[in-house]
């Protein structure tokens, strides 16, 4: 996984049952992202993503904007949660 400027992105597995999900660290650097993710040679997924800032009592960062580029997606229901049709 990398990011616009082709730096590596730290992710991680969960297995959860029976599923698979891929948790994806980016880090606190606020405003528009392109994270892209190689599940094998042949495919590319690219996640448009616009990290955001609020500050309260401490600053929360959260996701203000998210497409997947030439994918179809939805959210699965849970909170954060995104399944792409690859």
Do not use: H
């Not at 030439?70 to 229901?77: H, L």
């Amino acid at each position: 996984m990398t990011d616009e400027d082709n730096k590596l992105v730290n992710y991680r597995f969960i297995t959860e049952l029976d599923r698979t999900y891929i948790q994806v660290n980016l880090n606190f650097e606020t405003g528009d992202k392109i994270i892209t993710m190689k599940p094998d040679n042949e495919t590319a997924v690219e996640f448009e993503i616009t990290l955001s800032s609020r500050e309260e009592n401490c600053t929360t960062y959260y996701i203000s904007n998210f497409n997947v580029r030439d994918f179809d997606w939805d959210e699965t229901g849970s909170n954060g949660v995104i399944r792409v049709n690859i």
